[in-house]
């Protein structure tokens, strides 16, 4: 059996430098405390409240003495202003690139447009995209964009983790709406990179598997992306969640990605439990 894991499977900077914030400040404080999930991977949130990193659903469940960490996936501007304003120690690991799509909004809204982002309704960082304007419009679907009224200037931009064809596809649509618009792509280059491995790698394998939470919208878009192109894919959370049945009719070759919250560790037991299954000793092959 030859298995090929793509080499930006997982963890993108953002994600792990977020992860790695939450288990050193919890090691420096003794605790660490985080309004919701730092990311939508159940087997990852487990570990970090076994050492320390405490979930709650408002900032007056914080103690005094102890820091808040803003997740990667950015933050509502109101409750960044109320922890500024009842001074408590912010870590901010946010990822870097959705800081720049704060930016970006601030500014098309500067130029008087109409703010309409690209993205899941309720996803975290939609959420905190949304709250740096007034009256921004998300749209996830086109059919949504169907339903917008005519606009005379708007402003675009993308959940960082949205699918290159379901923007384009809902751009498409606005622009028979908007008669002056601006749309700043504001997908992330590692989630680009991925995407772009998933589809060529679904293409000349036998079989995929994508490795990621059911709650993590990332993973289920790369999911269907391979889905599209491979209808041998199946989406896991772990290694137990192999089937050892997906491997005998006519299987030769499997592709291994996983979503951008999976940690390293989860894509290593999965190589190892297919290579397990498959009675495979050769190393996986990398692809780039």
Same mark, same amino acid.
């Given at each position: 059996?030859? *298995?090929?894991? /793509?080499?930006?499977?997982?963890?993108?900077?953002?994600?792990?430098?977020?992860?790695?914030?939450?288990? #050193?400040?919890?090691?420096?404080?003794?605790?660490?405390?985080?309004?919701?999930?730092?990311? @939508?991977?159940? $087997?990852?949130?487990?570990?970090?409240?076994?050492?320390?990193?405490?979930?709650?659903?408002?900032?007056?469940?914080?103690?005094?003495?102890?820091?808040?960490?803003?997740?990667? @996936?950015?933050?509502?501007?109101?409750?960044?202003?109320?922890?500024?304003?009842?001074?408590?120690?912010? +870590?901010?690991?946010?990822?870097?690139?959705? @800081?720049? +799509?704060?930016?970006?909004?601030?500014?098309? #809204?500067?130029?008087?447009?109409?703010?309409?982002?690209?993205?899941? @309704?309720?996803?975290?960082?939609?959420?905190? *995209?949304?709250?740096?304007?007034?009256?921004?419009?998300?749209?996830?679907?086109?059919?949504?964009?169907?339903?917008?009224?005519? %606009?005379?200037?708007?402003?675009?931009?993308?959940?960082?983790?949205?699918?290159?064809?379901?923007?384009? !596809?809902?751009?498409?649509?606005?622009?028979?709406?908007?008669?002056?618009?601006?749309?700043?792509? %504001?997908?992330?280059?590692? %989630?680009?990179?991925?995407?772009?491995? =998933?589809?060529?790698?679904?293409? =000349? &394998?036998?079989?995929?598997? +994508? +490795?990621?939470?059911?709650?993590? /919208?990332? $993973?289920?878009?790369?999911?269907?992306?391979?889905?599209?192109?491979?209808?041998?894919?199946?989406?896991?959370?772990?290694?137990?969640?192999? #089937?050892?049945?997906?491997?005998?009719?006519?299987?030769?070759?499997?592709?291994?990605?996983?979503?951008?919250?999976?940690?390293?560790?989860?894509? !290593?037991?999965?190589?190892?439990?297919?290579?397990? &299954?498959?009675?495979?000793?050769?190393?996986?092959?990398?692809?780039?």
């Amino acid at each position: 059996m030859k *298995i090929i894991l /793509a080499k930006d499977a997982g963890y993108c900077f953002g994600v792990r430098d977020a992860v790695n914030s939450a288990y #050193d400040t919890s090691k420096e404080y003794g605790e660490v405390y985080m309004l919701g999930d730092i990311v @939508h991977n159940e $087997s990852v949130v487990e570990d970090l409240e076994k050492n320390g990193v405490k979930v709650v659903s408002n900032l007056n469940q914080v103690p005094d003495d102890k820091p808040v960490l803003f997740r990667a @996936h950015g933050t509502a501007k109101e409750v960044w202003k109320d922890a500024e304003k009842n001074k408590m120690n912010i +870590i901010d690991a946010t990822c870097p690139l959705v @800081h720049e +799509i704060h930016k970006e909004v601030k500014q098309l #809204d500067k130029e008087g447009r109409k703010i309409i982002i690209i993205g899941d @309704h309720g996803h975290d960082e939609v959420i905190g *995209i949304a709250s740096q304007v007034q009256d921004a419009i998300i749209i996830s679907t086109v059919e949504e964009a169907e339903k917008l009224k005519k %606009t005379k200037k708007a402003g675009i931009v993308s959940q960082s983790t949205q699918t290159i064809e379901n923007v384009q !596809d809902i751009i498409n649509i606005l622009m028979t709406k908007v008669f002056d618009l601006r749309f700043v792509n %504001t997908i992330c280059f590692p %989630t680009k990179r991925n995407q772009e491995q =998933i589809k060529e790698l679904s293409e =000349i &394998v036998d079989l995929m598997i +994508i +490795i990621g939470s059911f709650t993590s /919208a990332n $993973s289920k878009r790369l999911t269907q992306l391979s889905l599209e192109r491979n209808k041998n894919t199946y989406q896991v959370t772990n290694a137990t969640e192999i #089937d050892v049945s997906w491997f005998k009719k006519n299987i030769n070759s499997v592709g291994i990605s996983a979503g951008a919250s999976t940690p390293d560790w989860i894509i !290593d037991s999965v190589v190892k439990k297919v290579k397990d &299954v498959t009675n495979t000793t050769d190393k996986e092959t990398i692809y780039e």
